[in-house]
């Protein structure tokens, strides 16, 4: 942990703040239709879609009408693309004459796209066609990213309305995140990103030749479009398989820090958008504060582990034998161009949000660098989270820990003036375990059926999985669970021999940590929508300082320690305390 990570991680979080608040203005004026210079000149636009659609923008919706909205739009897309990568072979744009994608693996990725989680079982480059990537693949980055801030969007409406019975029009809400953030945002970033060497083009392989006379060719493609999405829809689908660790994807140190910087960047804006709608700076200050903490405590305890590297080669270097340290750090699977202090900011922010970006290979952590990406994800994606998700994720958090601080005082809980019932804890509560059962019954089934210990690499002695290969597993569902698309990459998640248990339960397991949680959030900010405001008085509780901070990263801390903390210690923990032997 040298200077140049302190000046990093500091360069970040500034730069973050510099972006959220005038971002999170903007989208508060976008999603009160209030965006006028925006409207002037896209208006006609927003207007076209909604004649063509046939959606009246002025009608609202209960809560179950917006579910059912989200869930009717996320199957049409999610079958679109399953068709287009079936039918790959026969549509243009296939330059390499790539066949049909098949069909488990087609499921299992266009499952992946569609809960914002992008989890690859294939090898990009060189299993997707140019049209796959750019027409099926970018467009669910965008839409799943959409519906996510939109959900977002419908729980802060719910607890900023009183006495209402609707929160909001999912249509409306579609459009306008799309037509005014994510296009045009993500068109000058692609240009950026094209600026810093990330490639563009729809010509085929680049054909060269040796030194010795051998011929090659580099495949290429519409990269920087689809790369631009996928940081800042917290999708994380790389074009190449090696993701933002190629060259043509994340090619300078500047494309490396812009590309971190705007994984959190709508995350964090929506805390700024929360304080505005519900009129309390104070409270969105104080979200973004509880998150950043979060952040901040797993970039510093990456960067540390992961710079004092493995026992065993530290007793390699006489002179650091004392300090236990290994000479350089541990430097396996990480980019040379990045380094540890790169590689350690970028492992805490993309696990931190629902973002399967990478550019070193967490599978090459130490034991206990590793642990913490996985726990960042375990906690729910809170830490700034998704694109939306993230926010409604903390919210519901919010409800709890606010519950709790009125059984602790005796009080009834409130959350700025309107009184947390039965309801809204039994949906947070849904909302806490459901992941939670998904994430362990499957990384049980994943060790104990001879389908799920095939695709195992790091296996005991007795052929049963080692602690790596638990990590792997377990890694690999609350990758799924969380919708965050990363992997340890130990794991095989498809071969042709075994097809179905991976692609099936990863499938399942992205829909789980998406959809259902979706409901249970909005069904809070329904039954919110429709309480009376209360005038707050000297029985409240504070939802903003110093205070609620502490209170709301507690509550995410011991919820997350106290659900996964066995199943870590038989995994990293045991591995870490078997290295030290």
């Known amino acids: 942990m040298n200077a140049r990570f302190w000046v990093l991680t500091a360069a970040y979080f500034a730069s973050l703040v510099a972006i959220a ?29 909604y004649r ?3 959606v009246e923008a002025t009608e609202e919706q209960t809560w179950t009408a917006y579910a059912g909205s989200i869930l009717l739009f996320s199957l049409g897309t999610q079958l679109v693309t399953y068709a287009i990568l079936r039918l790959q072979r026969a549509l243009p744009f296939n330059p390499t004459h790539l066949g049909a994608v098949p069909p488990w693996l087609a499921f299992n990725t266009a499952t ?3 809960t914002n989680t992008d989890w690859q079982s294939y090898g990009g480059e060189a299993t997707m066609s140019y049209a796959s990537q750019a027409v099926a693949l970018t467009s669910q980055n965008f839409f799943s990213a959409g519906v996510g801030v939109c959900v977002a969007i419908a729980l802060i409406r719910g607890v900023a309305r009183s006495e209402s019975p609707t929160i909001g029009n999912f249509w409306v809400d579609l459009v306008r995140v799309h037509l005014y953030v994510l296009l045009p945002i993500s068109a000058l970033y692609a240009l950026f990103l094209v600026s810093q060497g990330v490639i563009q083009t729809w010509q085929g392989p680049l054909a060269w030749t040796a030194l010795d006379g ?57 805390c700024v958008t929360l304080g505005e709608m519900l009129h309390s700076r ?24 992961e710079s004092r590297g493995t026992p065993v080669l530290a007793r390699a270097g006489a002179d650091l034998l004392a300090s236990g340290q290994q000479p350089g750090g541990n430097m396996e699977g990480k980019e040379l161009r990045f380094g540890i202090a790169d590689s350690a900011l970028f492992a805490a922010i993309t696990t931190g949000a629902s973002c399967g970006a990478v550019t070193s290979m967490h599978d090459s952590f130490t034991p206990l660098g590793g642990l913490v990406p996985m726990f960042d994800i375990q906690l ?32 009834t809980p409130e959350y700025l003036g309107k009184k947390i019932d039965s309801r809204d804890v039994r949906f947070a509560a849904l909302y806490v375990l459901i992941p939670a059962f998904s994430i362990l019954i499957f990384s049980a089934l994943g060790v104990a059926t001879a389908a799920g210990r095939a695709g195992i690499l790091n296996a005991a002695p007795d052929g049963g999985p080692s602690p790596h290969g638990l990590s792997e597993v377990l890694y690999a569902y609350s990758s799924g669970t969380g919708n965050n698309g990363s992997a340890f990459a130990g794991l095989t998640a498809y071969s042709p021999e075994h097809p179905i248990f991976w692609s099936l339960t990863l499938a399942i397991a992205m829909f789980v940590g998406r959809f259902p949680l979706i409901i249970a959030a909005l069904a809070i900010a329904g039954n919110m929508a429709k309480k009376r405001r209360v005038p707050l008085g000297p029985g409240s509780f504070p939802v903003e300082g110093g205070l609620f901070v502490g209170l709301l990263v507690g509550t995410v801390v011991i919820v997350g320690a106290l659900t996964f903390f066995p199943a870590l210690a038989m995994g990293p923990i045991v591995e870490h305390v078997i290295l030290q032997r």
């Open 52 to 54: 063509v659609a046939r």
């Open 112 to 114: 992946s796209f569609t």
């Open 214 to 270: 051998a011929h090659s060719s580099i495949l290429r493609g519409p990269v920087a479009s689809q790369e631009a999405i996928k940081m800042l829809g917290t999708n994380g689908g790389g074009y190449f398989n090696a993701n933002s660790a190629h060259p043509w994807e994340n090619p300078t140190p500047l494309s490396d820090f812009v590309q971190m910087l705007s994984i959190w960047s709508i995350p964090a804006a929506l």
């Open 21 to 49: 608040i005038p971002l999170g203005h903007f989208m508060t004026r976008v999603f009160a239709g209030e965006n006028r210079a925006s409207r002037r000149a896209l208006g006609w636009l927003e207007r076209g879609v």
């Open 380 to 411: 729910g994606e809170v830490v700034f989270g998704g694109a939306g998700a993230g926010m409604y994720g903390m919210l519901v958090y919010v409800v709890l820990a606010v519950f709790l601080a009125g059984l602790m005082v005796g009080r």
């Open 282 to 305: 104070g409270h969105g200050r104080a979200v973004f504060g509880a998150m950043a903490l979060l952040g901040v405590l797993g970039v510093v305890a990456i960067a540390y582990f």
